[in-house]
């Protein structure tokens, strides 16, 4: 994976020539000094003098996505240095288009286990355990996140409203699974 800046935004470009967005930059113009796991440093050149500054960045996705563009790997390679990225880079700084894409080479388990640590809408959520015919997950998922809502004081009355019929339509979308 290749990273580079534009006058706004850091992104990286991967092997088959797709490139992602990885975070804006605090101030335009600033360039790419160097990058550790979890924080990239940008130079900015201002008033003569050159200033360092450092960001939080995931780079989980990126590193990922690059090896999903190496044809090379055969599955099980893949399956392993995904998951040893997993285990070294924060998983809380991904997309959901980052697990679908995870889903849509053949690793839905783990889509789905980081998808659990993170706080995704409840729809998008829910296909990845329903996708795979694990229907008791979906439902764990569903009353975990209930029962947030529910001892989120601070949750207006129409949230929770909204959510409740969220809720429902997941029940039922649950219940067609089960049918199948």
Known sequence: ????T????LYYLTMNGRTGRICS????GQQLVT???DRAFFALREGGEVHIHSRPIGLLEALVDGLLSIPMFDEAELKLRISVLVSRFD????SYSFLHNLQKHGLSDLAL???EMLAFPQPALLSLPLDLK???R???ILVKREVQMLSNAKASAQRLRRYHEQLKANCRTLQRYGEE
Request: some cysteine; glycine content about 4%; aromatic content about 8%.
């Open 138 to 140: 979906a439902y764990r």
């Open 91 to 94: 998983c809380l700084r991904v």
């Open 25 to 28: 930059l605090d101030r335009p």
């Open 113 to 115: 286990a980081i998808g």
């Open 35 to 37: 990058v550790v796991n």
């Open 134 to 136: 694990k229907h008791q």
């Open 6 to 9: 534009t006058p706004t935004h």
């Open 1 to 4: 994976v290749v990273l580079f």
